[in-house]
């Protein structure tokens, strides 16, 4: 192995740019090339590529977003995409890709490695919806904005005596929600994978007022099925309480990441490179039980992140 391509794709997450710096200059250490492929897949597809030297990779370290920027692309999912990927890497002499994305991108490295290059997949994303891995790069990062968020409505709320909606990302995995709504005492939190009743809320924002609780934070992720306004809503006209609403949207997306997401993102840049330069054959990073493991990628991609059903029901416990 000489020469090896990273890139990023799909939603960009805090810690992207720690795994980048982690790959080029892990893979300059090994004596490897390091090229990077600018906005994902889209740029593969388009050769949107150049050597990277240790430089290239400075000052980044604590930045969120990455500097090989990222995309989504329809077009890479074709059987033509997948072709043209696998000939501009063929034109470029990158035998190994160090690929940083989430569940579709992890996917389309796999699709890759079936075509014979070798793929290091790194959990980027914030949703930690990777079912293989304890956490995913920026899930970290993305629950602090998310909590620093809830701090600051506490305090408005509790001087209006107001219920907030928190509305947070997540589309198909209530990580966000659950960690930071159980962190930031959440009266309840809305969840993809539990169907929750608007009225048992309402009763409990209720009952807590009535024992003096001067305001309710509702956590209610993009993915749980009930559009917040239409939360916020039924919770006036049930409750006659203030209540309003607030969208953290792309927030949760940004921010210099976490001691904990730059220690995950730079470990596993640091294992991929080691991996390439071995010619093992195509894995995904990640940790189990907090120990840097490499999985095979398509068993990895078999798993399904499972909610901590503890941890929901603490919430309920926690916030009567
Ligand atoms: O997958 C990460 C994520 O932030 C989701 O939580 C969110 O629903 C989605 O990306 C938004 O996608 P886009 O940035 O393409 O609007």
Redesign the pocket.
């Known amino acids: 192995m000489r020469r090896i391509g990273v890139l990023t794709s ?4 805090p810690g992207m740019n720690a795994a980048v710096r982690a790959v080029v200059r892990c893979g300059i250490d090994a004596g490897l090339e390091v090229y990077g492929i600018y906005r994902g897949y889209e740029g593969l597809l388009d050769g949107e590529i150049e050597e990277l030297d240790r430089r290239s990779v400075g000052d980044i370290l604590h930045r969120g977003g990455t500097i090989l920027k990222t995309a ?1 692309s329809e077009r890479f999912k074709t059987p033509e995409g997948l072709e043209r990927a696998e000939t501009v890497l063929k034109t470029f002499g990158i035998e190994g890709l160090v690929i940083i994305g ?2 579709g991108s992890l996917r389309g490295g796999l699709d890759l490695s079936k075509r014979g290059i070798k793929v290091m997949g790194l959990p980027g ?3 930690n ?1 990777l079912g293989y891995t304890d956490f995913t790069i ?1 899930f970290d990062t ?1 629950v602090n904005t998310v909590l620093e968020a809830i701090s600051k409505i506490r305090d408005t709320s509790s001087s209006h005596e107001r219920t907030t909606v928190i509305e ?4 198909r ?1 209530g990580d ?1 929600a659950l960690y930071s709504g159980l962190a930031g005492g959440a009266e309840a939190v809305l969840i993809p994978e539990i169907k929750s009743s608007v009225n048992d809320i309402c009763m409990k924002i209720l009952m807590s007022a009535n024992k003096g609780k001067e305001h309710s934070i509702i956590v209610n992720a ?2 749980s099925g009930i559009s917040s306004q239409e939360l916020v809503d039924q919770i006036t006209e049930k409750t006659g309480r203030d209540t309003r609403l607030v969208v953290l949207s ?1 927030l ?2 940004g921010g210099t990441p976490t001691l904990s997401d730059r220690t995950l993102a730079t470990l596993c840049g640091a294992k991929a490179v080691k991996l390439l330069a071995e010619e093992s054959d195509s894995r995904a990073m990640g940790t189990a039980g907090g120990i840097i493991t490499a999985f095979d990628l398509e068993e990895a991609l078999e798993q399904k992140r499972e909610i901590d059903s503890e941890l929901y029901d603490l919430v309920e416990v926690l916030s009567k």
């Not at 947070?168 to 589309?171: A, E, F, L, N, S």
């Open positions: 799909g939603g960009d997450s989504r989430g569940d994303t914030i949703d919806d920026g993305a947070v990302m997540g589309r995995c966000i993009e993915g792309y949760q997306r």
